[in-house]
């Protein structure tokens, strides 16, 4: 049956109260969708529904529902459920959920663990958020260099069952240096007899525990692995990273880059999770400082005071241009931030990128010139002075705009500064100074004003 | 040996031209390292470096390079070097390829090929761009339902050399319909003589062909799938999107989104690849559509002409409202593009995101406009009503940007446009009129002009 037709037959139980015939669809469904059913639910409903799950696919369900939901359910367990749900999640999604629990719950549940489980998870709990070490598990498949393929096979179809991944098995040497990776797909593909240690890769690819969890997630992108061995500072091997913990570790980063393009300060929480004051205090800090800087149109603005006073019509044009030379500037930024951080652009294309953006600028620019100053010549007929010092003002604008956003990404990256800090906001910012000037100074020229 | 230094030994065997030597060491890098290692050679060198290559090696090198390499190569080759590496390369990676081709190679190419691989490679071609049909391979494994688990091990083993992905294997009925999947971590842990039609997962969870890249990618990322089964209308089974590709259709779908962001409409090249017209191109519709939308604010500015004229340092403070206006809405907006984009906000959270964005905004607004008063009450100490009205401009202005920012992605999203659309530049635009409006008004009122 489609799952869109499953969910359906859910809900409907669900309101019938049916119970028993509930079973019999729910654990057809894929943890993710239980989850997501589960966390609609009423409270009083939660656990019944919860303890009508397979002791598997419970917990492989509880391991995807929401830090609330796990509260509630860990709230009103029996201490064997706790054990129950602790044993069979991996052990890196036991310390994703206990980072987000009171500390009652925490010591709750470290003291149903395993005394191994607890040792591993105490350590996990000690890596620096985002680092490698915190998103990575401990549970992954090893085998030993002398074992020959069918032998391996065995040892996974014996040792598998509580790893994370088993696609991709390691070996090290006595004192757990990576010696080399070898996947499922090699040992199903190669020879009964062939030994382990004359077919697997020994020229592995790693991250250390401190590496930031982003650097795991581009060498996923970059070699399309499956899993990632994680050693400490003495290549000892100590856990692995699989593919789906790197999907997310992706998808936090990117909503990271859109917060930071939209000048508020990262959170990790959900949009309507996270509250009022801290979403202001995320906002605030940048708020200030654009409003701070905006201090120097202001200055400009006041130093053409008379100018503007004696010809006010041109105080009309003034959002036009700044808007304009703020929009053409933040898309040259905003492209030339993420091919840096795709790094089909690097430092030294400094200069490409300059002539690149002086070139499309001059097209962009010349063309909303040409638009602007025949729809002026329509509105305003009797102001061709004035319509010309505008337009050529809105060219050099882009110009300048343009200029500025494609470099300042690339000099802050040069200057070992986050390039996504020249995002949008700051961009319109400084190109507005820009802008004003440009367009006072022509206008002053023109007009002899 | 680390990957650092056997790049560092083969860029230094290149060096010296040292060929002989240089095999035993390319040969033990990724092919994706060895790909970047060819895109920077000499023409001359490029050929020479690949025919070092062993077979295998060489294919899966020339898959990770970009086209204009594989061009070259191409055009290079003899008859049996294109037979290997499209015999050796996936069919997906072959289409992908072939997609940026002129004619001459395309036609080249598919003359080598064998002739099952010609007729799927035209089929894979004439998927649209984008579709999950364009994006996936037909080289899965299939397993039948009355196979053992030892036959259906014997039978990977077997076939298994030239497809994508072996770990989920596919069972369909005599008419090609897809009647469940196994991966090969249920083969191995499971026993030798289970019966995979009594084990395997019939509630499978697929894609159609035409469905967008994006509705794949957002199920590998929903449920940690690492390959996904695409169906035809008449859910027969056609081809697998594997995991790597997913995750390449994420990055795709990010540039795209910053895309939207900077107010450019999309486009797939790598910036430095991009021309100077086709980039100009992508940018001028909304740089021109932004500026059209500017006569208002122009307009605006117009019919308070008395007023400014009448008290001119009104002018100066006019980028600081319009930007801070500008920057409060784009805050919001981005979120929440980013939030509806994560499924975290639905289009029926509206009035929880209004009530949140509210409450940001009046904290957000009262300190922006406290600081503001502070400052204008040292820059300009004669002018307390001036002072006054700015500031309380610029805390309804805070308040109406956030509002405008906060429901406009999810007012798009109810009209079923793309809420990316609302991103700042047009926020920017939409809520500097209204910034004018309140601080005009603001200022007629309480300074009587």
């Not at 064997?80 to 980072?99: I, K, S």
């Not at 917060?259 to 508020?264: F, G, H, P, R, S």
């Not at 200055?299 to 041109?314: C, H, N, R, V």
């Not at 905003?334 to 652009?345: F, Q």
Request: charged share 25%; hydrophobic share 45%.
């Amino acid at each position: 049956m489609k799952r869109e037709n499953l969910i359906k037959e859910v809900m409907n139980l669900l309101d019938k109260h049916d119970f028993a015939e509930l079973k019999v669809w729910l654990i057809q469904l894929n943890p993710v969708d239980i989850a997501e059913i589960l966390a609609e639910v009423p409270d009083e409903t939660l656990l019944m529904l919860f303890r009508i799950l397979p002791k598997d696919l419970a917990a492989d369900t509880f391991s995807e529902m929401d830090g609330d939901e796990q509260e509630k359910l860990l709230n009103n367990f029996t201490d064997q459920e706790v054990r129950d749900v602790v044993y069979e999640m991996g052990l890196d999604d036991t310390v994703d959920m206990l980072e987000e629990m009171p500390a009652n719950v925490v010591r709750r549940v470290l003291s149903k663990a395993s005394p191994e489980d607890r040792k591993t998870i105490n350590e996990l709990l000690k890596y620096p958020e985002d680092s490698a070490g915190a998103v990575m598990t401990t549970e992954l498949m090893r085998l030993k260099e002398n074992m020959t393929v069918t032998e391996a096979l065995d040892w996974i179809r014996t040792h598998g069952d509580d790893k994370e991944d088993i696609y991709t098995c390691y070996v090290t040497s006595k004192d757990q240096i990576l010696m080399g990776v070898i996947t499922v797909r090699e040992l199903l593909l190669d020879k009964h007899n062939s030994v382990i240690g004359d077919i697997m890769e020994r020229n592995t690819i790693e991250v250390r525990t401190n590496d930031d969890q982003e650097v795991a997630a581009k060498l996923f992108d970059r070699y399309n692995f499956t899993a990632l061995p994680v050693v400490d500072m003495d290549n000892h091997l100590v856990g692995i990273i699989t593919v789906d913990d790197a999907i997310d570790v992706m998808t936090e980063e990117t909503t990271e880059d859109f917060q930071k393009l939209a000048a508020t300060t990262p959170s990790e929480e959900p949009y309507l999770k996270t509250s009022v004051f801290s979403m202001a205090g995320h906002r605030i800090v940048w708020l200030i400082v654009l409003m701070v800087s905006d201090l120097i149109s202001g200055g400009i603005l006041q130093s053409f005071q008379d100018a503007l006073t004696a010809l006010p019509i041109l105080i009309s044009f003034i959002p036009m241009l700044t808007d304009t030379g703020g929009n053409a500037g933040s898309q040259a930024s905003t492209l030339v931030i993420r091919g840096l951080a795709l790094k089909e652009i690097t430092v030294k294309d400094a200069f490409k990128v300059m002539w690149k953006e002086f070139r499309v600028a001059v097209i962009c620019g010349a063309a909303l010139s040409v638009l602007n100053f025949a729809r002026m010549l329509i509105q305003f007929p009797g102001q061709m002075a004035v319509s010309i010092a505008v337009s050529v003002a809105l060219f050099f604008t882009v110009i300048m705009a343009k200029a500025i956003g494609g470099l300042l990404p690339i000099a802050a990256t040069k200057l070992k500064l986050d390039p996504a800090l020249m995002a949008s906001p700051l961009i319109t910012t400084i190109v507005d100074s820009g802008s004003l000037l440009i367009y006072l100074n022509v206008a002053k020229a023109l007009l002899h004003i």
